[in-house]
C-alpha cells in the first residue's frame, strides 16, 4: 500500500492579509485551527526578516493551539537563529531570502553555501528541530545536502508548476522524480512544494518517494472564493487520488 502523502498548509499569506490594513484580523491561529480541522498535517509559516508575514508572536500562538507538527521556514540569517531555537518547533526549512523578492524565488544554494549553511544545520538539529533544505531538484544539491547532515529536502516545484501552465511540465517533472529518487536512495526524507494547485498537483503528489507537500498562496486565495476549510479539504483529496493513482 502507498504511504499516505502529507500535506503541510502555509498560512503566511492570511499574516500577509492581516498585515496590509493592520490590527489583528484575519488571524493567523485560527486559521492554522481550520486547516487543521479540514485535514492538514502540519502547519508551515515563514518568518521573513522583514517581517512581511508572520511574525514572532504568531509563532508562539500556532504553537499554543495547535497539536499538529510546526514546520518554521527561515533564511541562513544569525537573526533569525535565536528565534528558532528559542521555540524550538517540530522542523525548521532553510529558505533562500531576498528582500526585493515576492516570494521565494528558486532553492538554496547547498553546494554553493555550503560553509554557511553547514552551522545552522547543526545547531538546529542539536536543538531537536528537524532539518530540511528548500531546494531545487537538482541531483549536485541533493548530495550537499547528504553532506551537510540535513535529514530532509524539500524540492521547489515553482519551474515545475510555470512550465505547467505552459505546456511543458515532463521535462521538469523528470528532473523532480530524478532528484526525489536519488535523494531517496541515499536517506533523505523528501517534500516538495512552491506554486502547487488542484490542477497541477497530482502529477508531483503521485511520485512514491515524496512524503510531504507544503501548500500555501494557493489555498489562501482559493479560500476567499470557497472558504479554508473547503480548499484544504479539495487539495487533500487531489492529493490522495494522485497517491492512489486514480
Excluded at 496590509?20 to 509559516?45: M, S, W
Excluded at 528558486?106 to 553546494?111: R, Y
Excluded at 532528484?179 to 497541477?200: K, P, V, W, Y
Excluded at 508531483?204 to 473547503?230: D, M, Q, S
Aim: charged share 20%; proline share 5%.
Amino acid at each position: 500500500m502507498t504511504e499516505r502523502l502529507r500535506l503541510g498548509v502555509n498560512i503566511d499569506h492570511v499574516a500577509t492579509i492581516r498585515n496590509a490594513r493592520g490590527g489583528a484580523h484575519p488571524d493567523p491561529a485560527r486559521a492554522a485551527e481550520i486547516a487543521a480541522q479540514a485535514g492538514a498535517d502540519g502547519i508551515t509559516l515563514h518568518i521573513r526578516e522583514d517581517r512581511r508575514h508572520v511574525r514572532e508572536e504568531d509563532l508562539a500562538a500556532i504553537a499554543a493551539i495547535t497539536q499538529l507538527p510546526i514546520n518554521l521556514e527561515m533564511a541562513c540569517a544569525a537573526e533569525m537563529l535565536p528565534i528558532a531555537l528559542k521555540a524550538r518547533p517540530h522542523a525548521v526549512c532553510l529558505v533562500p531570502e531576498r528582500r526585493a523578492e515576492r516570494t521565494t524565488e528558486g532553492g538554496l544554494d547547498a553546494a554553493g553555501q555550503f560553509a554557511h549553511i553547514a552551522p545552522y544545520v547543526r545547531a538546529l538539529g542539536e536543538a531537536g528541530s528537524r532539518v530540511s533544505l528548500f531546494i531545487d531538484p537538482d541531483l549536485r544539491q541533493i548530495e550537499a545536502a547528504v553532506r551537510l547532515g540535513a535529514p530532509v529536502v524539500e524540492l521547489h516545484t515553482g519551474a515545475y508548476a510555470e512550465a505547467f501552465a505552459a505546456g511543458e511540465a515532463e521535462p521538469v517533472l523528470q528532473a523532480i522524480r530524478a532528484a526525489a529518487s536519488a535523494g531517496h536512495a541515499q536517506g533523505l526524507e523528501i517534500h516538495a512544494g512552491h506554486g502547487l494547485t488542484f490542477e497541477n498537483v497530482g502529477p508531483v503528489a503521485a511520485i512514491p518517494e515524496i512524503r510531504e507537500l507544503n501548500i500555501g498562496h494557493f489555498l489562501i486565495g482559493e479560500a476567499v472564493f470557497t472558504g479554508l476549510a473547503a480548499a484544504v479539504g479539495e487539495m487533500r483529496r487531489c492529493m490522495d487520488a494522485a497517491r492512489a493513482g486514480a
